[in-house]
């Protein structure tokens, strides 16, 4: 048996190798078999032609029996292949702008596609490097039940849930943002950027050190115990030139001295997509940053054969019962970003993104992906539609082909191989297109204050990706085209070369409306995008960013306190102001679009209660320098602005923004009016103490609430189409924060930053700028996700209609060519030009018409859908949808201009000789 | 004998008659062909269509192996013989030929 197959093996290797040869011995042997059989009929009396024929007759069809001899060799299918292989190109090699066009335009399309789903990979399904199984890893975080509510764990369910669990191997906590830290040299400050982890949280995750240790559960947690770090391996190389004596050497971060124990191997950055450039243990997190927040988001390693749903009930049971047991009743998130609505812990399979966000971000690539899609479809309707078409072309040549004995199941595999290779020209060019794409998105990305991996690696779920979708693509639309082609009914297109009236045709104009239709889709799209976009970026945000730079100190790494620290941000901002170029400057702990905070314990006022029942308000608020409104031109309604005489020990002061006001004290004047802040939780809020995200002091130990006294009213923030927040604004000088920016606006609208530089360096030269930028260049989350939505379906929708405006000037250019011969006839017969123009016209624009009414009732669809979303897009949009009608009728006409022309100019006398 | 009096082949015996062809010596297509209908006197017309694909695969799986040499007709003609492993198979299937014909007698003629 095995001899057999062994022989078997050989022999077909050397078929393969010995084609030519085997072919012409094939021809010699049933050559000789012809001449031998013709032999014996002539001696049976005929004559030698009849006997010739006999022979053959008798042989039966020649081509069948020698294609059928050279599949019993075993080597057809590869033969085969290789020859459609070198037919199609030779093919597409002879219709050079046909290939050019739809390779380009599938490439185009293909590449658009490539580069969405590489952020969908990044984001969402891309495993951490450098990671042991990273398939077991979960993610942990508050969660409703059905929906994740706040990133981050509330100590004490994380450490519970560290004694408790047992279906987890291991769970660990980690900051997902990194840090700013400041690392100091004799010469100066050094920002490094730190993640907290739990001691546990390398082993867990099973990262190796590249030179020294890692943290073990061996290191104490107590705070402030393990004064130890580990260095990322970027880092090492390039603070220290990997010098391997790093290790012991102690270092003097944020004033504390901590020692390095260890380098991470090499491709291990952290696992979200912040990059770390060293790693504290938890219990320093307080003691390097007592001001910073450090809030901590879970992981955690499933057991063998653990399944997540498991592993979330036993997480969810473990966390239902330290809760009960807590004194101030449930916690789930981390404290100060208190959320009444997550009532449990979940569990899900990690990814770069925390849990809370994914959804949103899954659902604006969804969105993406969709629109990418579309223009897939659209291109590929096109080139179907052209496909077909050369399958009329080449009617003839196949009915030719069919009529000496070629095989339609082998026509149809030739004509598929040439889509194919088409396509695999397309897909090749689009995955280097979708490099260049991906590159161009991580150059317009926003300024981040933190580094973080922006890249966008072309791995193998990549590759996979584009070639299984160029492969989809090629089979769904080479498919139809290739059977039709090989249909070809032999005897009638052989004996009239008349033009058959065929399904081929109508498939074609179908072809034509879906691609109309799904292009009409997208330019709506485009259209709200584009008109959504504005509306979140125009004028109506409440301040105007141009011209404004804002540099980010950390006052806490240079060692400043309270007073002390408030006292360099005044002298600070003194200095900025007498620059020739500054207009005006000031300072504040948080920028418009950079977040907001909430209070821990929301304020309450005389005579008014929220909307939802609570007892207390929850506004977002800002701690600000005198000036601030000035600088960002945000409207003073009344009352006053601070001043330098809100100051410490004086009055404590509110400023209040309009929405504020309004929900308050509806109706009446704010100025003089008291607002109560509270330090200590509302009882029955859940709030059980401990550091906030951004909030008040969190050594501030509760105290009686504060009462403040309402000096001003502002203009309100908006972001997006939301309702605008209320806002609280209390001096700086009142409310000191470690975390500040100073805001400066230019006379000219020129960047600020490397002024703003010098002076914090004159100051105090340990002082490090953490990051500056211009404020019109900080751009909401929300207005990202509009302007990539708007940017993305604005490319989709003009490579669509370009497409559509291609296939209709396709189509209608090959009628024309078709009708020559009536339309002769017809202008023989006494039909004016302007009959033949309507004629050809009415055909063109009948598709368009069928194609834009089915793609706007579609669109309609699609709107109501996005309407639903947070984009703020209106769900009927009358102009846009009118817009669009009309755009496409302009293009149809174009588009059907040159064959009209061609129409018109038809002579009777040559189309009548035409044939 | 007329024509509708021959037989069709059953699925997979071309092989066999092949076989058992050229187990007395090593003969060109054609002669296969001539000498299984005179053997079976006329009674079984090789498709001839199907001759020439069966020699490949037979000489892929190696059962028989072809030679070019000079025919009768002092023609260049491509000979085939039944290699060893042919021989085994020609004698296996034979065997197997018999019983199943064998069997196939018993069931036909039960009443």
């Avoid at chain 1, 393969?16 to 072919?23: I, N, P, S, V």
């Amino acid at each position: 048996m095995l001899t057999e197959l062994w022989h078997d093996l050989r022999y077909r290797v050397r078929a393969l190798f010995r084609r030519a040869d085997l072919d012409r011995e094939l021809d010699l042997e049933i050559d000789a078999h012809l001449e031998r059989e013709a032999a014996v009929y002539e001696r049976q009396g005929m004559t030698s032609d009849a006997a010739r024929r006999q022979a053959r007759l008798a042989f039966g069809a020649l081509q069948d029996v020698k294609e059928r001899s050279r599949d019993a060799r075993g080597t057809a299918l590869v033969e085969s292949l290789v020859q459609d292989v070198r037919y199609g190109s030779r093919m597409l090699v002879r219709h050079p702008l046909f290939t050019l066009t739809a390779a380009l335009s599938l490439a185009v399309c293909i590449g658009a596609n490539t580069t969405v789903f590489t952020l969908v990979n990044r984001l969402l399904l891309r495993e951490p490097p450098g990671v042991v199984e990273p398939h077991r890893l979960v993610d942990i975080a508050p969660t409703d039940g059905s929906r994740f509510r706040e990133p981050f764990v509330h100590a004490t369910l994380l450490d519970g849930l560290r004694r408790h669990v047992t279906l987890l191997e291991s769970v660990y906590g980690h900051t997902l943002e990194v840090q700013p830290l400041s690392v100091r040299a004799d010469d100066g400050a050094e920002i490094v950027f730190g993640a907290v982890v739990t001691t546990n949280y390398f082993s867990a995750l099973g990262v190796r050190p590249a030179i020294g240790r890692l943290f073990t559960t061996n290191d104490r947690e107590q705070p402030g115990e393990s004064p130890i770090a580990v260095l990322s391996h970027a880092a090492w190389l390039r603070r220290f030139d990997g010098d391997p004596s790093v290790l012991g050497r102690t270092l003097d971060i944020n004033g504390q001295a901590i020692t390095i124990v260890g380098v991470a191997s090499e491709p291990f950055r952290g696992t979200s997509v912040a990059l770390a450039d060293i790693w504290l243990p938890a219990s320093m997190a307080s003691t390097v940053r007592p001001t910073g927040p450090w809030p901590l988001a879970a992981g955690g390693r499933l057991r063998g054969g653990v399944t997540i749903a498991q592993a979330a009930a036993e997480v969810q049971s473990i966390a239902a019962e330290i809760q009960n047991a807590l004194p101030g009743g449930p916690v789930m998130a981390a404290p100060g970003i208190r959320d009444r609505r997550a009532d449990g812990l979940g569990v899900v399979a990690a990814s770069p993104l925390p849990p809370v966000v994914r959804g949103l971000v899954a659902g604006l690539l969804t969105l993406l992906m969709g629109m990418v899609s579309l223009v897939l479809a659209i291109a590929c309707a096109n080139v179907a539609g052209v496909l077909l078409a050369r399958g009329t072309a080449r009617r003839r040549e196949i009915a030719v082909r069919l009529a000496i004995g070629a095989g339609r199941r082998r026509l149809s595999r030739q004509l598929l191989t040439e889509t194919l290779l088409l396509f695999a020209l397309g897909g090749a060019a689009g995955v280097v297109l979708a490099r260049v794409m991906t590159t161009v998105i991580v150059r317009v990305l926003p300024p981040l204050p933190v580094p973080i991996d922006t890249s966008l690696p072309l791995d193998w779920r990549v590759l996979l990706f584009t070639a299984g979708l160029s492969l989809l693509a090629a089979v769904s639309c080479g498919l139809v085209p290739a059977l039709q082609s090989s249909r070809a009914d032999v005897v009638s297109t052989l004996k009239s070369d008349g033009p058959g009236v065929s399904d081929r045709g109508r498939l074609r104009h179908t072809f034509l409306v879906v691609q109309v239709a799904v292009s009409v889709v997208l330019v709506v799209a485009a259209g709200l995008f584009v008109g959504a976009t504005r509306r979140a970026a125009g004028t109506d945000t409440g301040f105007d960013p141009h011209g404004v730079e804002a540099a980010a100190l950390d006052l806490s790494l240079a060692g400043y306190a309270d007073a002390s620290g408030a006292a360099v941000v005044q002298d600070l901002v003194a200095r900025v102001q007498t620059l020739p170029n500054v207009a005006s400057a000031s300072a504040a702990l948080l920028l418009p679009r950079g977040g907001q905070s909430r209070l821990c314990c929301g304020v309450t006022v005389q005579g008014a209660a929220p909307a939802d029942g609570e007892g207390r308000f929850h506004p977002s608020w800002n701690s600000v320098e005198p000036g601030f409104f000035g600088t960002l031109r945000i409207p003073l309604l009344a009352g006053r602005d601070f001043t330098g005489a809100d100051r410490a020990r004086t009055e404590p002061v509110v400023i209040v923004s309009e929405a504020g006001a309004r929900s308050f004290w509806p109706g009446e004047d704010a100025i003089g009016k008291h607002v109560l802040w509270h330090t200590d939780p509302a009882p029955g809020s859940g709030y059980a103490g401990g550091p906030g995200l951004v909030g008040p002091n969190p050594n501030d130990a509760p105290r009686d609430p504060i009462q403040l006294t309402v000096v001003g009213v502002v203009g309100d923030m908006r972001t997006g189409s939301s309702q605008p927040p209320a806002l609280l604004y209390v001096p700086f000088q009142q409310r000191y924060q470690a975390r500040v920016s100073v805001v400066a606006r230019s006379r000219d609208g020129g960047r600020l930053a490397r002024d703003i530089r010098a002076i914090v360096a004159d100051i105090d030269p340990r002082l490090p700028v953490v990051s500056s930028s211009s404020l019109a260049d900080v751009v909401s989350p929300v207005l990202l996700q509009l302007r990539l939505a708007a940017v993305v379906s604005a490319t989709a929708g003009f490579i669509g209609m370009v497409l559509a405006a291609i296939g209709v000037y396709g189509v209608t250019t090959h009628t024309v060519a078709r009708r020559t011969r009536e339309i002769g006839i017809r202008i023989a017969m006494g039909a004016q030009r302007a009959d033949v123009v309507g004629l050809v016209l009415r055909q063109g624009m009948a598709l368009v018409l069928v194609g834009g009414a089915v793609g706007l009732v579609l669109a309609a669809i699609a709107g109501r859908l996005l309407a639903n979303r947070l984009f703020g897009i209106p769900p009927i949009a009358p102009l846009t949808f009118a817009a669009a009608a009309a755009l496409f009728a302009v293009v149809g006409m174009v588009a059907c201009y040159v064959p009209v022309r061609r129409a018109a100019r038809i002579s009777p006398v040559d189309a009548l000789r035409h044939e | 004998m007329a024509d509708n009096d021959r037989l069709d082949l059953p699925q997979g015996t071309l092989d066999l008659l092949i076989l058992k062809a050229l187990s007395l010596e090593s003969m060109h297509g054609w002669a296969i062909s001539e000498r299984i209908r005179q053997v079976s006197r006329e009674a079984v017309q090789v498709p001839q269509g199907s001759l020439y694909p069966a020699l490949h695969r037979l000489e892929r799986r190696g059962w028989i192996s072809a030679t070019w040499g000079i025919s009768d007709n002092n023609r260049q003609a491509k000979y085939y013989a039944l290699t060893r492993l042919g021989r085994k198979h020609l004698v296996a299937e034979t065997a197997q030929w018999a019983r199943l014909t064998t069997a196939v007698g018993f069931v036909l003629d039960m009443s």
